[in-house]
């Protein structure tokens, strides 16, 4: 651009009509923090982010803070002309036509935004601070498509986008995270022109023609291989392509995928309750499953090999759900035992196609997860507990202007389907490992995590898994000694894992030591309570708990187990287990005035202190 007099005239005269079209032209209406970030009208020291030796993207920036080929100083947005999103307000990142509302920062009153309006949301793309993201939106479907910026912590976010009536063709985020560069026909001359846009003052400063752009590029078109959300609320890529990062791994299971998985038929011995519930396989659904598992293995070789753990995963059909109703809003279709049992439930097989692969991604990183390893570990929790309580406020400010359904809905902001998954440390490692796996980037430390722990069949976790599966088996197979002495080493080892505290308890029991029960159960209600935060769910702490209440009630101490089973239930209000050894419970607290025999006559007589099968009642002749 040359500083010849009609372009002068025009670049003033756009310059001048700054103020007013951004006074004027409201983005929309919506919800607004009380307190904003600190944002200046002063031109920042440099336009230009900062940009180290080996960043890929090659610009020419004047470091004194103009815009190249002209004196002027680059234009920087003010505080009062930024436009804000709360989070609470922002229902999904990958929902073609979801709800979002916007203010300005200027505007604190909150009461007076009532109306939602559909915004079409494309392309969200993590920043190097690992706090902020950037998403292009539009607050109507006809609207101009505008870039925002968001940051998750402060749960804010402002318009990166000049002009109200200028639309983004698209931008580029240099691989270092730190530059981004946006295509805008900013000056409303039929002509598109890359502009470096700093993300910390809203500076602009125009790229040179001549200067190459090399980054990843991001656009709509981009997404045409993104569908609508499936009903496990996470949007489908029809990609068979092995995900970045697993090719090593792919050899390892080439040819030799089926081997892998053993279709379970109700007469084979697995579980009791499991035994009860279980169909016969169709061969038409053993081959569906097949070429599911197929596509499983050819996308995350690494994820299918750590999920096995050296052998072979058995797949269970069943017919019905499993989890509770609260869950998700529909059937599910599938769920994980935590220790080698895929079940498969009759929705899996009517659900859509492009559903199945990321269902059975989810699935599997709950075995992947074998006995709440991972979840339960401090690191998760600390890296989950604060988008936690951040999506918790979300959800308040939600309910408190009369949102409809922005509880699960609002959870989607965070890359979760629901608050179920939002606030339990199992669901939401499944839920990350699922959207990073389906290309929306988590987190730089979560992304590490699933990369490391999940996807990686080599990692140390593994080794340890494949020790706590193998006492597991010898406690089934009532190898008492060995299994002991497996489990006791695994907590010299790792103190903080629990696992091991409570197989060791249902050895005890299993043994008919009840006073070796106690001691165990005691240090494991006493390591998880130190890890068990208010904010973050487990369903772990319930079961752990329950098996408290059961030893506390063989051992006759009622007013106790009452107490630890209440502790469940307050987890799992619904969990059917709990309800029905709460009745059975009740009834023994009423005969607790009475003289109870011992435990070793009750067994003589047939009867059982068992609270998770309490004896049947009997009619009187």
Known sequence: ?????????????????????????????????????????????SSQPSQSPQSPVEISVDQTGSQPGTSEPAKSLDGKHFAYLDSSGLTSLRTPFSTIKFCSAADQNLDKFEQSFPCHIDTIR????????????????????????SNWRTRLTRDLTPFASRSVDRFWLSKNLKILIASIDLENVGKREKWVIDTVSGALSRVPENQRVDGTSVAPEDLLSWEAPCTRYYPIRSSSKT?????????????????????????????RELNAKTKTWTETERLQFAAVWKQVCERVPGLALRATHGQRLRVVREQGRQVPKNFLEVSSASASSGNGVLILYDTFFTSDGPTLVPMTIHELAHEADLYRHLSLSSEWINLIEPIVAASNNAFALSRKYGLKRLDDSGAKYFGLPSVYAANNCAESLAEWTVHYVNGTVPPPEIKNFIQNKVLNPNCEEEAVDQKVLSAFLDIEAEKFDLAESELRSLIKADPNFLKPYYFLTRLYIRANQIEKALQTSNELIKRMNSLHTSSVRNDDFAWNNYQHAHILADLHDYVNSQKYLSKALAVLPDEPTFLKSQRFLTQLKKKSGRKQPDRGSLRARGASTDLAHPPEKRRKP
Do not use: C, K
Not at 126 to 134: E, I, R
Not at 246 to 257: I, R, S, V, Y
């Open 1 to 45: 651009m040359t500083g010849s007099a009609p372009h002068m005239v025009l670049r003033l005269f756009l310059f001048s009509m700054l103020s007013s079209l951004l006074t004027t032209a409201s983005v929309t209406r919506g919800l607004a923090q009380s307190s904003l970030p600190p944002q200046t009208s002063q031109p920042p020291q």
């Open 126 to 149: 993590w920043l190097a601070d690992g706090n902020s993201v950037v998403f292009l939106a539009q607050a109507h479907a006809t609207s101009p498509l505008h870039l925002y910026q």
């Open 243 to 271: 995900f970045a990062g697993q090719e090593p791994f792919l050899p390892l299971l080439q040819g030799n995928a089926a081997q892998r998985i053993v279709f379970v038929e109700p007469s084979a011995s697995i579980d």
